[in-house]
């Protein structure tokens, strides 16, 4: 089973609903994060959380939201998508004190018609 | 914000021809990544620098922090099929309270 889950893997969806991604692990690191993967653009960072308590926005924020409802989960929400919403979403986690080790789940792919 | 250059943006080779794609910024970087995507999958780290000049190895891979620590890259010797994926370099600057900045990535296709 993987150590980072994300939920669900593929999602088609309309303009002006509201969605959510989830984002589990059981590798017990206390920092998650939300990133963004657009063709040509790399991975840009959305949102992340260093503990429980502790929600900070990333480069792209606008237009999210998220919840660390615990140590092991982390959402992502789209009040209300738009087309140019339409990426590749990946969770990663890390451990405090690390340097530079993202561990990645499989990433969720959204579309937003 | 900071910028990581990367390049080439794609390349294609044919199996066993050796790879090299680099990174260089205009900030300074106390660590330097490499991580792999696979077609599907999530990135997953390939080689992690700390030091400037240090050159690493892991198995047919070898990268290098710059000595200005503003630059980094990776070769990947006698490539094989499965090399294909993209290749992202991505830099940290101070301590670990640091967010990684990511490179636009290399996109690998290896010809059998």
């Known amino acids: 089973d993987a150590d980072v889950t994300q939920t669900p893997r593929n999602r088609i969806t309309k303009t002006g609903k509201r969605i959510m991604l989830e984002c589990s692990q059981t590798?017990?690191?206390?920092?998650m994060y939300w990133y963004r993967q657009d063709p040509g653009l790399g991975l840009r960072l959305i949102y992340y959380?260093?503990?429980?308590?502790?929600?900070n926005k990333g480069e792209i924020s606008d237009g999210y939201s998220v919840s660390r409802q615990a140590q092991a989960k982390f959402s992502l929400s789209l009040e209300s998508a738009i087309p140019n919403q339409t990426a590749l979403y990946f969770c990663a986690t890390s451990l405090s004190g690390s340097t530079g080790e993202l561990f990645f789940g499989e990433g969720s792919r959204l579309t937003v018609l | 914000g900071q910028q990581l250059n990367q390049s080439p943006q794609s390349m294609f080779i044919q199996e066993g021809e050796d790879v090299s794609m680099n990174c260089t910024s205009s900030s300074i970087f106390n660590t330097w990544l490499w991580y792999k995507q696979d077609p599907g999958e999530g990135p997953v780290l390939l080689i992690a620098?700390?030091?400037?000049?240090e050159l690493t190895s892991n198995g047919r891979l070898t990268a290098q922090f710059g000595i200005t620590r503003k630059d980094s890259f990776l070769n990947i010797s006698a490539s094989i099929p499965s090399d294909v994926g993209i290749y992202f370099c991505a830099g940290q600057r101070g301590g670990s309270n640091y967010k990684l900045t990511f490179g636009k990535g290399t996109l690998l296709t290896v010809n059998p």
């Open positions: 590798k017990g690191h206390d920092r």
């Open positions: 620098l700390y030091k400037a000049g």
């Open positions: 959380s260093f503990d429980v308590k502790d929600i």
